[in-house]
């Protein structure tokens, strides 16, 4: 019964270390439903001394198309950073451009 109760706060504090982040940049003021591009980004050891580059201007044909630029850990990319002790953390990225 004690590993069954230590397994499920283990369960427990796992859910609460992965959590979601979102970081939103809104370039021209309007919004979109949907992204128009969506893309996912790998990173290891916790992404330490890493960058990925998106280039908004070319997906949306030009820098005026652009209204938005979203970056987010959802909870499945925290439960894999979590799974491998932060050797993998993978990141979401969207990019909303006019219509």
Same mark, same amino acid.
């Given at each position: 019964? &004690?590993?069954?109760?230590?397994?499920?706060?283990? !369960?427990? #504090?796992? +859910?609460? +270390?992965?959590? /979601? !982040?979102? @970081?939103?940049?809104?370039?021209?003021?309007?919004?979109?439903?949907?992204? %128009?591009?969506?893309? %996912?980004?790998?990173?290891?050891?916790?992404?330490?001394?890493?960058? &990925?580059?998106?280039?908004?201007? %070319?997906? /949306?044909?030009?820098?005026?198309?652009?209204? &938005?630029?979203?970056?987010? @850990?959802?909870?499945?990319?925290? #439960? #894999?950073?979590?799974?491998?002790?932060?050797?993998?953390?993978?990141?979401?990225?969207?990019?909303? /451009?006019?219509?």
């Amino acid at each position: 019964m &004690k590993r069954i109760s230590n397994a499920l706060h283990l !369960a427990v #504090l796992g +859910l609460f +270390l992965t959590g /979601c !982040a979102s @970081q939103t940049f809104t370039i021209n003021g309007s919004t979109t439903a949907e992204p %128009s591009e969506q893309s %996912s980004q790998h990173f290891f050891i916790h992404g330490l001394g890493q960058e &990925k580059v998106v280039d908004a201007a %070319s997906l /949306c044909n030009g820098a005026e198309n652009i209204v &938005k630029v979203e970056a987010q @850990q959802t909870f499945v990319n925290g #439960l #894999l950073a979590t799974i491998t002790w932060g050797i993998y953390t993978p990141r979401d990225v969207m990019v909303y /451009c006019r219509a």
